[in-house]
């Protein structure tokens, strides 16, 4: 059985200081000016791969990104992860897709098993740790 560990897959992810983005915000519209693009970090999620939901298209905070985005280039997507979350990824929907399955073709053929069973509850009861099972 693969180590939890082992199951999650590693991404960057887009992160927001949302209070400094509200203050800007607020002076953007007490002052009548347009701000800097938004301030963000790039940090990193680490899923289990199995709990992968969808991918979807997006664009990132700032305004060259937004132009790429009206021409129908993306350079950014939004994943969503059954138990973990959505998030903000800055690679295109066809990276994502392509960095997770080169991730899921790497792991040892018993994760295959791992991930089916995932969808039922008798499967996610059979990969949580003994300890996890409650």
Not at 30 to 53: H, K
């Amino acid at each position: 059985m693969l180590d939890p560990i082992e199951k999650l897959f590693a991404f960057p992810i887009v992160m927001v200081d949302g209070a400094k983005e509200d203050e800007k915000e607020q002076r953007r519209r007490d002052l009548s000016i347009d701000m800097d693009d938004v301030e963000m970090i790039i940090g990193e999620a680490e899923c289990p791969y199995y709990d992968f939901v969808s991918v979807t298209d997006r664009w990132l905070p700032t305004e060259e990104s937004y132009a790429h985005a009206q021409d129908n280039a993306f350079d950014a997507c939004s994943v969503y992860f059954a138990q973990s979350g959505t998030f903000v990824v800055p690679w295109n929907k066809e990276r994502f897709k392509r960095e997770l399955k080169k991730f899921i073709q790497s792991l040892p053929k018993e994760a295959e098993d791992i991930r089916l069973l995932a969808l039922t509850k008798d499967g996610i009861r059979e990969i949580l740790p003994e300890d996890d099972k409650g």
